[in-house]
């Protein structure tokens, strides 16, 4: 999964001095973010199966379930962003996150801009199947090359913002079975702050009960 490795790379330097020659002449227009409630309101649905409980990756900003038995590629950190992917056991399919600490706020679909340009070059027979925006206002993609076949989406709050994607080798038979893991993992994918507010508010509310079952 070389060239989803080289996403983050490519996020991490050259697209964030273009994000930021962007939002100067784009007037730095302020992004628009998802609130917690959206995103702990859209956990509810979501269906874990197969997935490992939360864990939340500090270096990346964010809380994810990660599929049972895939394996963690090492974190890389640079100033500006950090980057990691966790693989399945055939080696074909992957699952990764790559956060930007931006040093203005920009609109989530810049990054979405970015991330497509990038499976879709040209030069390496890329093409852009599609392009959406879900319930919760992010932008998505899918696009392939002569080599893998991606699908991603960008989330920002404030100077915070990441790129989350999916993808397979497309010199082997998909495996829907790992494919339908890994989009149910990235659909799990929350910020970190956001993970804390919904584990407060689940602790609230035991507590809650439990005082209520005492009073009986």
Same mark, same amino acid.
């Given at each position: 999964?070389?060239?989803?490795?080289?996403?983050?790379?490519?996020?991490?330097?050259?697209?964030?001095?273009?994000?930021?020659?962007?939002?100067?002449?784009?007037?730095?227009?302020?992004?628009?973010?998802?609130?917690?409630?959206?995103?702990?309101?859209?956990?509810?649905?979501?269906?874990?199966?197969?997935?490992?409980?939360?864990?939340?990756?500090?270096?990346?900003?964010?809380?994810?379930?990660?599929?049972?038995?895939?394996?963690?590629?090492?974190?890389?950190?640079?100033?500006?962003?950090?980057?990691?992917?966790?693989?399945?056991?055939?080696?074909?399919?992957?699952?990764?996150?790559?956060?930007?600490?931006?040093?203005?706020?920009?609109? !989530?679909?810049? #990054?979405?801009?970015?991330? /497509? &340009?990038?499976?879709?070059? +040209?030069? *390496?027979?890329?093409? @852009?199947? $599609?392009?959406?925006?879900?319930?919760?206002?992010?932008?998505?993609?899918?696009?392939?090359?002569?080599?893998?076949?991606?699908?991603?989406?960008?989330?920002?709050?404030?100077?915070? !913002?990441?790129? #989350?994607?999916?993808?397979? /080798? &497309?010199?082997?038979?998909? +495996?829907? *079975?790992?494919?339908? @893991?890994? $989009?149910?993992?990235?659909?799990?994918?929350?910020?970190?702050?956001?993970?804390?507010?919904?584990?407060?508010?689940?602790?609230?509310?035991?507590?809650?009960?439990?005082?209520?079952?005492?009073?009986?």
């Amino acid at each position: 999964m070389g060239k989803l490795l080289r996403l983050g790379r490519f996020v991490g330097f050259s697209s964030v001095v273009m994000l930021i020659a962007m939002a100067s002449l784009s007037g730095c227009q302020l992004a628009p973010t998802v609130t917690a409630h959206q995103f702990i309101r859209h956990q509810a649905i979501i269906d874990f199966a197969g997935l490992k409980s939360p864990i939340t990756v500090d270096g990346l900003k964010t809380s994810i379930a990660v599929p049972v038995d895939w394996e963690a590629s090492p974190l890389k950190a640079g100033g500006l962003f950090s980057h990691q992917q966790w693989r399945s056991p055939s080696r074909s399919n992957a699952v990764g996150v790559v956060y930007i600490k931006l040093p203005i706020p920009l609109p !989530a679909s810049t #990054l979405a801009w970015f991330a /497509k &340009r990038e499976y879709a070059k +040209k030069s *390496d027979d890329g093409r @852009l199947i $599609a392009e959406w925006t879900d319930s919760l206002g992010r932008p998505w993609f899918e696009a392939e090359n002569s080599r893998y076949h991606a699908r991603g989406c960008a989330m920002v709050r404030g100077t915070d !913002a990441w790129i #989350l994607y999916y993808g397979f /080798k &497309r010199d082997q038979p998909p +495996k829907p *079975d790992e494919l339908l @893991l890994a $989009a149910r993992s990235l659909d799990a994918c929350v910020p970190a702050d956001v993970r804390k507010q919904q584990e407060r508010q689940q602790q609230l509310r035991a507590r809650a009960m439990a005082q209520s079952d005492d009073a009986r």
